[in-house]
């Protein structure tokens, strides 16, 4: 286990350190300064004094982070102008969340366990470690407290730990808290300051309380807050309170519940959830950084993503294509982090990939029974409109090129793909599964990306040439010749339209396996069958529109519009097939600094994607314009004659 306080892509060369500091500094003052400013007069002036040089501290660290200025010096300084003109604590703490929320929105910051702590390892290492001081019980009263001046806080003291999150008490562990005699443990293992902090806050709350506490939370329809430790981390006894208010009136059974997500909730371990093998997966990478060469984290990173994610992405693209995409971000990152051998980086990034799989997790949560249907619908439409706009293409293409009976060899493509795609849904998850699904469907897609610019460059652009066009007018070759030229091109038709139907069978089949998991029954499966055939339905009403089109407008530019889309589809291809690949594991994955991503068209901000795209480009532009330089040439040649 280890906090998550990274640097996001905004402002990589940030220090996470400085970060992590700057929001311990803020917290300490936060929680602290009910303790020494009440109703705008100062009521214990060396609390204030200390608050102060902290804040100054803040300041500087501040300045460090954002040596230019910017929103979050200035957070900072309104921080500053409350406190020096003793504000109300409710005033003072929403200045200390917004520099928070600073720290969280444009630096990354993420404080968290990467796991649930562990009691038992708390009481190990809190008996050798921390007893001296704060006693055996946590009261305050260990050997060394007399000698100690301010005494060691207890842990039984209601006012003073009310405001005490386990983040905060994390943040003291780790940087130690000034003017104390409380040292910074920053050498100790970060998941023995997760267990510490959990432990010391949920010290006071009696065992009696627990139970009470489990029933009445386990009684609510809709809790406020989940009873998990990355989500209690950030919150306070107090911030509980004021969150349970309005779903448990009763202040007795509030405490009660406190107690139960303080004692219990915070150290349990999940049974299962949607992502339990990926948590399990990545605690084990977090482990082998510790016991395994750097050479084999990466495998470990891909396969917490192949085997632990993707049987449940598409389900989440389903409900959040948004959760979706930051899991698979979190995921890049792990696996990024375990590529360079950076075991810090790797502990950091798994931190980030747990709180973000809670995210994802709780958007796939609940949902009516309407969620099946529009889940289907909106993976019908949006796997099937690549397919749909690349058959419209080739059917207006060949239409307009005076070969409309090519048609046929179209449509029998894309039908023979409908038994490829039902023995698909078989093979997926046995002979497709995991790392293999991601090596078929990018090479698949990289095949059906290379045969359409076949198809679309030599076959059909040999059916837009003039002399083509009067070869067919004239009728002048035999019979035979010219039966062996349409299946020349019919061949190639064939092939594509199947390749590019089968590699989307795929990715459909993976994805309504999932749907009719999430949906069990007779009704659920009449729900996702439903919102597919709704879905195909208006994909057919796309080609036929396109097709009505086709046939209404002048050849030459609809031949050009489909030429364009052809071209810019197989670009997309090329750009889904290397992604696939470096999901899989079988393509390096060099990420540049760039929030440009556009799934659907193939462009995603890595190198490799963007340099094959590149290529592909200039193997459509450069013979092109070639081409054109050799029609101009010869005009010219035999005006000079």
């Not at 009263?141 to 301010?150: E, F, M, R, V």
């Not at 003291?172 to 040292?183: E, K, Q």
């Not at 009445?216 to 349970?244: G, M, N, R």
């Not at 949906?519 to 796309?542: D, S, Y």
Request: with cysteine; charged share 20%; glycine share 8%.
């Amino acid at each position: 286990m280890a906090a998550t306080a990274t640097a996001t892509a905004a402002a990589p060369s940030v220090d996470a350190k400085a970060v992590e500091q700057l929001a311990a500094l803020v917290s300490y003052v936060a929680a602290d300064y009910a303790g020494a400013v009440k109703d705008g007069a100062i009521t214990a002036q060396a609390e204030y004094d200390e608050q102060k040089e902290m804040l100054g501290e803040a300041r500087a660290v501040a300045a460090k982070i954002a040596p230019a200025g910017g929103p979050l010096v200035d957070d900072v300084a309104r921080l500053e102008a409350a406190f020096a003109r003793k504000a109300s604590e409710k005033e003072l703490a929403a200045a200390a969340q917004a520099v928070g929320k600073r720290l969280l929105d444009d630096y990354g910051l993420r404080l968290a366990p990467t796991a649930p702590p562990s009691e038992e390892r708390a009481r190990t290492v809190y008996a050798t470690t921390c007893a001296q001081c704060h006693g055996p019980e946590g009261r305050g009263d260990g050997p060394q407290a007399k000698a100690l001046n301010p005494p060691p806080l207890s842990f039984f003291d209601d006012e003073k730990m009310g405001r005490v999150s386990p983040a905060l008490a994390y943040q003291a562990l780790t940087f130690g808290v000034r003017g104390t005699a409380m040292a910074a443990f920053d050498g100790m293992p970060a998941s023995d300051r997760w267990s510490l902090a959990y432990f010391a806050v949920g010290r006071r709350h009696g065992d009696a309380d627990v139970a009470k506490g489990r029933a009445a939370f386990t009684a609510l329809a809709a809790p406020p807050v989940a009873a998990k430790a990355a989500d209690l981390a950030p919150l306070s006894d107090a911030q509980l309170d004021e969150k349970l208010a309005a779903a448990v009136p009763d202040a007795a059974t509030r405490r009660q519940v406190i107690a139960y997500l303080r004692r219990e909730a915070s150290f349990r371990r999940a049974a299962g959830g949607r992502f339990a093998e990926a948590r399990r997966l990545v605690g084990e990478l977090v482990a082998a950084t510790a016991s395994e060469p750097p050479e084999k984290w990466k495998q470990r990173a891909i396969a917490a993503y192949l085997e632990g994610v993707e049987p449940e992405e598409a389900a989440l693209k389903a409900r959040s294509a948004e959760s979706a995409d930051l899991v698979e971000r979190a995921f890049g990152e792990l696996r990024r982090a375990a590529e360079k051998g950076d075991a810090a980086a790797v502990r950091d990034a798994a931190a980030r990939a747990n709180l973000v799989l809670d995210a994802a997790e709780e958007r796939m949560a609940g949902g009516g029974a309407s969620v099946p249907f529009l889940a289907a619908l909106a993976i019908a439409l949006r796997e099937g409109f690549e397919l749909s706009l690349l058959l419209a293409a080739l059917l207006a293409f060949v239409r307009k090129s005076g070969r409309a009976e090519l048609a046929r060899d179209i449509h029998l493509g894309w039908v023979a793909a409908i038994p490829a795609g039902a023995i698909a849904w078989f093979a997926v998850g046995a002979v497709l599964g995991g790392a293999r699904r991601e090596l078929t469907e990018g090479v698949l897609t990289l095949v059906a990306a290379a045969m359409l610019l076949f198809v679309s460059h030599f076959v059909l652009g040999k059916l837009e040439s003039r002399k083509w066009l009067k070869f067919l007018e004239r009728k002048t070759t035999t019979a035979a010749k010219g039966e062996t030229q349409m299946r020349a091109v019919a061949w190639p038709l064939v092939s594509v339209a199947f390749v590019a139907a089968f590699r989307e069978a795929i990715e459909i089949v993976l994805f309504f396996r999932a749907l009719l998991l999430d949906a069990p029954g007779f009704r659920g499966a009449m729900l996702v069958l439903g919102g597919a055939a709704t879905g195909i339905v208006a994909l057919v009403a796309v080609v036929k529109t396109m097709t009505w089109l086709g046939r209404r407008l002048n050849p030459r530019p609809v031949m050009l519009v489909s030429g364009i889309l052809l071209t810019a589809i197989a670009i997309g291809l090329v750009g889904q097939g290397v992604r696939a690949l470096q999901e899989g594991g079988y393509a390096s994955l060099t990420p540049i600094d760039a929030r440009v991503k556009v799934g659907p068209l193939g462009i995603y901000p890595t190198v490799e994607g963007l340099v094959a795209q590149g290529v592909v480009l200039l193997l459509v532009l450069v013979p092109a314009w070639l081409e054109r330089r050799k029609s101009a040439a010869g005009p010219a040649a035999k005006a000079t004659a």
